[in-house]
């Protein structure tokens, strides 16, 4: 029974200390998603795409801060399209606007603005430095009406945050709390299994 209840102390104390102390390779690094917190080297990022019914295809990609990006545009229908590609960070464009609208904007606020013959197979470049902030930054066709027919997608820069809801520090506590629980109540079992089992019987005497 000692090493029992040395055991149920043992595991007692590791729960708390999992409690008190959550690893640390459960908490993100903030900042531009290099996990090791050192700021990555420029570098060239090739990023492919393709137009097909008024969509780009993957509608979203990712790169890193500062990245040197080429974007590989290749034309999937017999449309003329642009890819224009916003530098404001996290603003999603209401598809309610007009092709005034988004010229309007689009004018001095893009990273790149290149047209998108109308040839299928056609291939188009587009060249840019990702800006410095950590976030989404729209690109979008400026041909009438595409835009608002879907023709939109995003470029991650860096790791997006975390979604809403409990921190990685909240959840690794509340597992912490559970394991306190989980053993005490184990503990409490072995206690009454013990009551429960009464005094130990009086040997027989010895007989000679």
């Known amino acids: 029974m000692r090493i029992a209840k ?14 008190g102390f959550p690893l640390a390779s459960t908490v993100p690094f903030p900042g531009t998603g290099n996990r090791s917190g050192i700021a990555s080297a420029q570098r060239d990022v090739f990023v492919n795409l393709t137009t097909r019914g008024l969509r780009f295809v993957p509608d979203t990609f990712q790169v890193d801060p ?14 003329v399209h642009t890819f224009t590609q916003g530098k404001e960070k996290d603003r999603v464009l209401p598809t309610s606007w007009s092709n005034e609208e ?9 990273l790149t603005d290149v047209e998108i013959p109308p040839t299928v197979g056609a291939v188009v470049w587009a060249n840019f430095t990702a800006p410095a902030q950590v976030g ?11 835009f ?8 991650q820069v860096g790791t997006p945050p975390p979604a809403e809801g409990l921190s990685p520090l909240a959840v690794a506590g ?10 005490a109540a184990l503990a409490l079992a072995l206690r009454a299994r013990k009551r429960k ?7 027989p005497p010895l007989t000679g």
């Open 6 to 19: 040395r055991r149920i102390t043992v595991a007692l104390a590791i729960a708390v200390l999992l409690a």
């Open 66 to 79: 500062g990245d040197v990006v080429h974007v590989r545009i290749t034309q999937g229908e017999a449309v």
């Open 102 to 110: 988004l010229h309007d904007y689009f004018r001095n606020n893009n």
């Open 136 to 146: 989404r930054y729209e690109y979008v066709c400026l041909i009438a009406g595409h």
């Open 148 to 155: 608002q027919a879907g023709m939109y997608g995003f470029m």
């Open 174 to 183: 509340i597992a912490g709390a559970a394991i306190v629980l989980a053993v």
């Open 197 to 203: 089992a009464g005094p130990k019987p009086p040997e």
